[in-house]
């Protein structure tokens, strides 16, 4: 059995989330914790910048993908934790820059807190994938 995305009829069709997705019994899951613009010497990247950050962040998640030989297509749940006051066209713009034209993306959930961890941090993004 594969991964069955699922965009019922009578809900929004979005080209950038699945509104479900059901998981093959079995399937090997890589759990990828939340991922910061923060390089590899642990500098912050873009500070103030949310877009660079959201580059950076996205970046750092592609590296654990395919650590685990695994890529953006089998992403299943991407969760996005940001700071309440970023502009979210900005951050949305790099991960469609990202994403492109994909088809089956993943489901969604975006979070806006007062803050996070490290008071530069402006997004987080963590996410399950299927391996292959």
């Known amino acids: 059995m594969s991964i069955v995305h699922l965009n019922p009829a ?15 019994a079995g399937a090997r899951t890589l759990l990828i914790g939340g991922q910061n ?11 103030g ?9 996205l970046s750092n998640l592609q ?3 395919a650590a685990a030989g695994a890529r953006l297509e089998d992403l299943v749940k991407v969760t996005i934790i940001m700071q309440q006051d970023i502009d979210l066209n900005a951050a949305f713009g790099a ?14 959930t975006a979070l806006r807190v007062v803050g996070l961890a490290n008071p530069d ?10 391996l292959p």
Do not use: C, H
């Not at 613009?37 to 500070?47: Q, S």
């Not at 910048?49 to 962040?57: G, P």
């Open 63 to 65: 590296m654990v993908l």
């Open 10 to 24: 009578g809900m929004y069709q979005s080209p950038v989330f699945s509104q479900g997705i059901i998981l093959p």
């Open 37 to 47: 613009g923060v390089n590899a010497r642990g500098e912050i990247v873009g500070k």
């Open 49 to 57: 910048d949310v877009a660079r950050q959201t580059e950076q962040a």
């Open 95 to 108: 991960w469609i820059a990202v994403w492109g034209t994909r088809g089956n993306p993943p489901t969604v």
């Open 121 to 130: 941090f402006l997004i987080e993004i963590e996410a399950q994938a299927v």
